[in-house]
Nanobody, 124 residues
Framework: QVQLVESGGGLVQAGGSLRLSCACA????????IAWFRQAPGKEREFVAV????????SYLDSVKGRFTISRDNAKNSVYLQMNSLTPEDTAVYSC?????????????????WGQGTQVTVSS
């Protein structure tokens, strides 16, 4: 089990940018695949992006490709989600999740460690 803490959410106008961070105090952080999910009001949680711990393979939700970038800094025990060209449809609570396997899994059921989430609100 690892504890994850997200930060960086907030209110931004459409077209703006935010950088979310997912921090972990565990010394084994660099052996976890980390994913970002989001959940908008009245909707199911959906996959956004993932980065593996091995070769840093990434995968993205189609609607965020070219706008969002996931990266990790193992020296800082952190994973980041740079979000550009935000739209109101990106409004949601964003949560990071961790899993031990080294594949870019997109299924929410594949993750057993979750942060508390950070709110992202994009105004039109």
């Amino acid at each position: 089990q690892v504890q994850l803490v997200e930060s960086g959410g907030g209110l931004v106008q459409a077209g703006g940018s935010l950088r979310l961070s997912c921090a972990c105090a565990s010394p084994t952080f660099n052996t976890y695949t980390i994913a970002w999910f989001r959940q908008a009001p009245g909707k199911e949680r959906e996959f956004v992006a993932v980065i593996t711990w091995g070769d840093g393979s990434t995968s993205y939700l189609d609607s965020v490709k070219g706008r969002f970038t996931i990266s990790r800094d193992n020296a800082k025990n952190s994973v980041y989600l740079q979000m550009n060209s935000l739209t109101p449809e990106d409004t949601a609570v964003y949560s990071c999740a961790a899993a031990r396997y080294n594949i870019p899994a997109r299924n929410v059921k594949g993750y057993d460690n979750w942060g508390q989430g950070t709110q992202v609100t994009v105004s039109s």
